[in-house]
């Protein structure tokens, strides 16, 4: 990506001057800019690793549950309007769709929930090393997955079907 | 509480220590929400103008959706 213009040529002296002519004479600013600073390496380069993984899902968990509270709301709002629209959105809420939706929901909080214990760790100064990062990591993932089928399991135990 | 009828639900949320759990619940969740996705606003939304409208429109949606789950909470525990 450092192209560098001719004046960075491996083997050739970069001329002082250079980046000002640049500047100066008809090359547009940004284009210098472009060739003197360092790049960003762009994510699509990165290897996967775990705690990668886990930071892009503590966000887009974050995202989704800011959506989902509407869902909390609506069903909240139905209650206090009266009988027969909350029975319209108990049943969308059973449906399998509704079930289906509130599953992910379920995972979604229990993943942003230890992801957000997993920062309250580290902002105790704890986990910082590679292995025990990676460790929180995938006990983030495993946790999620866990908690999230035995909330569903006691959900359906306590509904009685 | 899931899955239950109205008058379950109802019930339930009327009592006293359960719609001030649930009033805590929502004042925290949505103040989290809101201060959440400013950092998310502030990292995608390039440029200064469309950033600002975003903005707005987070605590706009932020403080609509609060307002309305707290009178339902209140409607609800005061005897709907």
Redesign the interface.
């Known amino acids: 990506m450092r192209a560098g213009g001719a004046g960075n040529t491996p083997g050739r002296r970069r001329r002082p001057d250079d980046g000002e002519r640049h500047g100066e004479h008809g090359t547009p600013r940004s284009r210098t800019l472009a060739s003197e600073r360092p790049l960003s390496p762009h994510l699509s380069i990165y290897k996967p690793y775990v705690t990668m993984v886990t930071s892009i899902m503590h966000r887009a968990t974050g995202i989704v549950l800011y959506a989902g509270t509407l869902l909390l709301v609506w069903w909240l709002v139905a209650a206090a309007t009266g009988p027969s629209y909350f029975d319209f959105v108990n049943g969308l809420a059973g449906s399998w769709i509704g079930r289906l939706v509130l599953f992910g929901y379920t995972w979604a909080l229990m993943h942003h929930m230890l992801g957000g214990i997993r920062h309250i760790v580290w902002d105790l100064g704890y986990g910082f090393t590679p292995a025990k990062a990676n460790t929180l990591a995938w006990a983030n993932i495993a946790g999620s997955i866990i908690l999230t089928l035995l909330i569903w399991i006691a959900g359906y135990a306590a509904m009685g079907n | 509480m899931?899955?239950d009828?109205?008058a379950a639900?109802?019930a339930r949320?009327s009592h006293p220590l359960t719609a001030i759990f649930?009033l805590g619940v929502?004042v925290s969740?949505?103040v989290h929400?809101r201060i959440?996705?400013q950092v998310?606003i502030e990292d995608y939304v390039s440029g200064e103008g469309a950033k600002i409208v975003w903005l707005i429109a987070n605590t706009v949606f932020s403080a609509a959706?609060a307002l309305?789950?707290i009178?339902?909470?209140l409607?609800?525990a005061f005897g709907?």
């Open positions: 899931a899955g009828d109205y639900v109802t949320l649930m929502i969740s949505v929400m959440g996705m998310v959706i309305a789950a009178f339902a909470i409607k609800l709907a």
